[in-house]
């Protein structure tokens, strides 16, 4: 079973339009990872996030990771055609003094936006 | 600063052939990672790496796989008597230390096997 389950697995907005995308696991996670994939090419890292209740914003995209350490949503505001792509969130579930940097990643969100 | 390189970008191989990737880590990073990404699923860790070390290898194929980050140099992810079901984006991501271990990927490397 996927141990990190993304949701929605694609999304279609209206540019202008807020987005949400939600990442979950059922173990916790040690440091979570968002990126953004364009189709066919390298991941862009976009924020990470450690501490349970914390929460990061670059431009209009904002990352917040629950208190229990468990659910991290990407939310995007007033989206814009550059916001195109696949998102996809990759977690530590080890921690340290076990295998970290050892990611296990969702399958990914792939987002349109229509101008 | 330029971001972590990866050689080539795209590679053909036939069935049987040997394939070498190569990654070079951010400046500064001395951590290297790989991953495997197929057709229609999510990456999956392959190994990570420093320098003349490998940390975890547990995501690595028992056979035909091997892969090391020499003292100078790029880190090498090799595959050899490749097979249809190799063909997959490889990424190689790397970080600074374990301290502070934001994970930056390289644009990867497209391997087909024919």
């Known amino acids: 079973s996927q141990e990190l389950e993304q949701s929605p697995q694609s999304l279609i907005v209206q540019e202008g339009k807020n987005l949400t995308i939600n990442c979950t696991s059922s173990?916790?996670?040690?440091?979570l990872y968002w990126y953004k994939q364009k189709y066919g090419e390298g991941l862009i890292f976009l924020m990470m996030l450690q501490k349970g209740g914390e929460e990061k914003s670059h431009e209009k995209i904002t990352a917040k990771l629950d208190e229990k350490k468990q659910q991290s949503s990407l939310h995007i505001t007033a989206s814009q055609p550059s916001h195109a792509g696949i998102y996809l969130c990759?977690?530590?579930?080890?921690?340290?003094?076990?295998?970290?940097?050892?990611?296990?990643f969702g399958k990914g969100t792939k987002l349109s936006v229509k101008p | 600063n330029a971001g972590v390189m990866q050689n080539p970008r795209h590679l053909v191989r036939r069935r049987g052939q040997e394939a070498r990737l190569r990654c070079s880590p951010m400046k500064g990073h001395s951590h290297v990672y790989w991953y495997r990404q197929l057709p229609e699923e999510g990456l999956k860790f392959m190994v990570y790496l420093q320098k003349e070390n490998i940390i975890d290898e547990s995501g690595m194929p028992k056979e035909r796989f091997s892969a090391e980050f020499p003292k100078e140099g790029p880190s090498i992810l090799r595959i050899q008597q490749v097979v249809r079901g190799d063909s997959a984006a490889y990424f190689c991501?790397?970080?600074?230390?374990?301290?502070?271990?934001?994970?930056?990927f390289g644009p990867g490397t497209r391997l087909t096997v024919t």
């Open positions: 990759g977690a530590d579930i080890v921690g340290y003094g076990g295998s970290q940097g050892n990611l296990i």
């Open positions: 991501a790397s970080s600074p230390s374990l301290l502070n271990y934001e994970q930056y």
């Open positions: 173990k916790t996670l040690y440091g």
